[in-house]
């Protein structure tokens, strides 16, 4: 079972339709907000449970969901404009995901909004891809979510769906395509002036929800530049310091400053009241060794190239405030004591993104950094020139990879992660599976077998399970990519910034494990240490 609510506000006439066509084997609630019409009435004669009350469409669905007795609950509005066909098939996607979403713009979503309501629903998009990954529709007011997995209070807002995929963080979002229609009976309840204003600030108050640790530090570190300022034109100008030893002093106050207003509110919840003294000297030891690098920096600007100091000392604050934003985040109120650690190293490459998430593949593709991008597509044409176009294709551990979209053959791609192919499913048409390369059977008929920067995961005995299996395919080519730790640039450099995820692999050992499996090396294409590699099976 589950429940669907319906928030109105004077959908008599609507209701009249919708109603009837939803399943009977679901719970139906509809929420009005004060119709003047008969709405109520008509919900209430087509066996539907009323709420009544008053506020914002986001107030009424959450009524809605308090009522509902089903975990399962699917959100939709009463003016037709969503299938209550698909509503079945949301309700079922729930089985597997924690939020479905009546999606327009994937695949086979139909808009018949029209063209200024596209645009504005584009913007609105484009505007949420800094605080949600991979919803092609974020904007939607058609979707499911499971009640277990609320952990707030919905607050009056514009799109309480997109409220909902920030604040609850699902770890599996999935869409189903719908044919968005025009109402039919009554009037829109939004003016032109709401459908800009409300998004505009629902997406404003995510971003402050999303980034408000970064937002508080920038604010805390905004006084300390002006406490640190201030200071240091006092000392020069008026105590006739020289302006090298007044910034020493002004970058001591401007850190105590700094710590103290981090301490009670930007990271007041990681804070622990009896290692406030040992927090404030490691703070003080850190930020006392860049303080020396900004007083050095600062010289070099002003005594070598001429610049006012004020001028120098703005530049090299402004130039360092994510560096120290990341060193109190990581070390100082988090107990990583080391930043050279792999793994504090791999979540700042990352940009805080981990490999178990969904969509990690497809944001190094598409969505990471410049190097990051450049460096995933530089690979990804590697193993393509390698491959060729074959008839069909296997690719283990395709994660959300991109790379099985190049080919256009018969595609069909394995991972282990859930996450990872129900992300990938809704941008792809290739078959996919999940299962684990070490212990899966390999059935089907395949030109070329794919495993992009997998097995440098597994370790020696895991490696050979995946190539006996790659051998043991009905393939007579296989495209295998590794960062080769034989290299030492990649040793060192995929050892500091993967080290707690990389099992180390270097191409003679894949060479040697391949050949003892009938696998011979054909050819191979390399980016500085990161490695593909064309085998054949030996006949």
Not at 87 to 114: F, N, T
Request: charged fraction near 20%; hydrophobic fraction near 40%.
């Amino acid at each position: 079972m589950y429940t669907v609510v319906i928030p109105v506000l004077n959908e008599a006439e609507n209701l009249k339709e919708l109603l009837p066509r939803l399943s009977k084997d679901c719970e139906v609630i509809v929420c009005d907000n004060g119709s003047s019409d008969e709405s109520v009435k008509v919900a209430e004669s087509l066996g539907a449970k009323v709420s009544r009350g008053m506020g914002s469409v986001s107030t009424a669905i959450q009524r809605g969901i308090d009522l509902a007795s089903n975990d399962r609950v699917v959100v939709m509005d009463a003016d037709l404009s969503h299938p209550p066909e698909k509503v079945p098939e949301i309700a079922k996607g729930l089985l597997e995901h924690d939020m479905v979403v009546g999606s327009r713009y994937c695949r086979g979503g139909v808009s018949k909004d029209g063209f200024s309501n596209r645009i504005l629903s584009w913007l609105g998009c484009l505007a949420t891809k800094f605080i949600q990954s991979g919803v092609k529709d974020p904007m939607s007011g058609f979707f499911g979510i499971r009640k277990s997995n609320i952990n707030f209070r919905m607050k009056d807002t514009y799109k309480p769906m997109l409220e909902y995929l920030v604040r609850t963080s699902p770890t599996s979002v999935f869409e189903v395509p719908i044919d968005f229609q025009l109402r039919t009976w009554g009037e829109t309840k939004f003016t032109r002036w709401k459908n800009i204003a409300g998004p505009l600030k629902a997406v404003s108050l995510l971003y402050l929800h999303k980034y408000q640790r970064l937002i508080k530090f920038l604010f805390v570190g905004a006084s300390g530049v002006v406490v640190a300022g201030v200071a240091l034109y006092l000392l020069t100008e008026f105590a006739g310091l020289h302006y090298l030893l007044s910034m020493g002093i002004a970058c001591w106050l401007s850190n105590f400053n700094n710590f103290v207003w981090n301490e009670v509110w930007t990271f007041s919840d990681r804070r622990e009241h009896s290692q406030i003294v040992s927090r404030y000297f490691k703070f003080l030891t850190i930020y006392g060794s860049t303080a020396i690098i900004d007083i050095l920096l600062v010289g070099i600007l002003t005594g070598i190239g001429g610049v006012w100091y004020m001028a120098s000392f703005l530049v090299i604050v402004a130039l360092t405030t994510i560096l120290r934003f990341l060193i109190s985040y990581f070390l100082v109120w988090r107990g990583d004591y080391s930043l050279l650690s792999s793994k504090t190293l791999n979540q700042v490459w990352n940009m805080g993104h981990s490999n178990d998430e969904g969509d990690f593949d497809w944001w190094e593709w598409y969505g990471g950094h410049p190097i990051k991008r450049f460096w995933k597509r530089r690979m990804g044409r590697l193993v393509k020139e390698l491959a060729g176009d074959p008839v069909s294709v296997l690719s283990l551990g395709c994660g959300s990879s991109p790379i099985l979209n190049q080919f256009s053959g018969e595609r069909c791609g394995v991972d282990s992660n859930s996450r990872k192919i129900d992300f990938f499913s809704q941008h792809t048409t290739a078959e996919l599976r999940v299962g684990d390369v070490t212990k899966m059977s390999l059935d089907g008929t395949y030109d070329t077998v794919l495993c992009n920067e997998v097995l440098e995961h597994l370790g020696l005995e895991n490696l050979e399970k995946a190539i006996f299996y790659i051998a043991g395919s009905s393939s007579n080519m296989a495209v295998i990519s590794i960062p080769d730790y034989g290299s030492r640039l990649g040793r060192w450099l995929e050892g500091l910034f993967h080290g707690g995820l990389h099992e180390g692999l270097s191409v003679d050992q894949l060479d040697e494990v391949c050949a003892t499996y009938g696998l011979r090396k054909v050819e191979e294409k390399r980016w500085l240490w990161d490695t593909a590699i064309l085998y054949k099976k030996v006949v």
